[in-house]
């Protein structure tokens, strides 16, 4: 059997020390998944001081000379997490920072950003050339985002690796002035509208997109949908020139940590052939919450971010009308402060019907997964989404908009869909509050027939997520990128 492709997989973020997204959970996940599938993987990040605290043995390397104008001189360590070999990139002057990776304390983007993901980026390209200072030299080097997408323009320009860039949310596309261009040390020739240039800015997102040698992104429907001009962010031109070099791979959980017969978080445990416990985690869900102990009527989810893009606003828009339906709702998350007062003054007008959580709470999610009857997740677009996952691998049917990894995971229950046993949670007819509220109507009366239920919740647990998947998937798209031109 042919040995499988070496990846440098590049990224600004690894869940748990660095996360401010799904990105985070990735980073985390897909290398270990590959490794396990045989693959030499090496994860490249940012030396951060939650990687510091976390890899305080961490094995000097090799210095690293300033690589630009505005890429000081920086050095290479070598950590280990669970086998998982990473390469931490020290530059105190630039990544020496509190909080978030990307924000200062006043919310406004780092402005020294281009120089801190430019050299990120540079040493991924570095690291898969012949000048290389390490011995090790990978196959591909597999960007992530925006903050590594410059890393593919490098190897283009001067030769190296083959080059993945994976697409996680493409509103952020990492554009700074002109003057950035030579500051990083790119050769004018990558000037151009076929290189680096976007609307007479340097995009670093743009430069990935045009110049890695295949594209991926993380589902096959927001493959699809950012193409089109509503979801491509001024990008989907470009896209659709390159659609024979875009993949949608859809992301996998953690099926560990995710897992309702051993979650040291639930109050009792239980799988697809013992979901009797599923009514105690209800009951303690009711109590941590503040909600009336009833289990004659469901209890829909919700964990996210409290903002429009992820429909939130619908849901307050209709949310008087969920104690007469009648039903329970339980809200855990943050965001927008006007929709936190809302939702906040929804839960004061419904006590015992509706409560809400404005915070952070890592158990409380697992809680939520596990004693809510239905999840709701009706996001304007969702590149993949995980709770839709963690909700159906919990038997906790999600309902949802169909879009991006939504659609590609979510099989609205019909007599079809059940005869054929697919159907695993409920699709809105379209994007409106109306239609939200419909959605919530059909999933009651579904509910209230708990044959028919246990059916969905059996059809959505038997699916399997894990990460194996999408690593066999990754696997493919390696052993691509070396047969394509690069």
Known sequence: MDTPPSILFATAEMAPW?????????????????????????????????????FPAAEPLVALPPLAPALPASRLLAAESDGLPLLLLDCPALYQRPGNPYLAADGHDWPDNASRFGLLSR??????????????HPDIVHANDWQTALAPAWLHYEGGAASIVTVHNIAFQGCFAESARAALGLPAAAWRFDGVEYHGQLSFLKAGLQLATLISTVSPTYAREIQDEAFGYGLSPLLRHRRHQLRGIL??????????????????????????????NKAALQRAMGLAENAERPLFGVISRLTEQKGLDLLLTIGDGIPHLPAQLAVLGSGDRTMEAGFLALAERHPGQIAVSLKFDESLAHRIEAGADCFLMPSRFEPCGLNQM?????GTPPLVQATGGLADTVVDVSETTLADRTANGFVMADGSAHALWLAMQRAAANWYDRRLWQRIQQNGM??????????????QLYRDALAAPH
């Open 18 to 54: 660095v996360k401010t997204g799904g990105l985070g959970d990735v980073a985390a996940a897909l290398p270990a998944a590959l490794r396990r599938a045989g693959h030499d993987v090496r994860v490249l990040l940012p030396f951060y001081p939650a990687l510091q605290q976390a």
């Open 123 to 136: 040493v991924a390209a570095l690291l898969g050339q012949a000048v290389s200072p390490l011995a090790w």
């Open 251 to 280: 992301n996998g959980i953690d099926s560990k940590i995710w897992n309702p017969a051993a979650d040291p978080a639930l109050a009792a445990p239980y799988a697809a052939n013992r979901l009797a416990a599923k009514r105690t």
């Open 390 to 394: 963690y909700s159906l691998r919990y």
């Open 462 to 475: 038997r699916r399997d997520f894990s990460w194996s998947h999408a690593a066999a998937e990754y696997g």
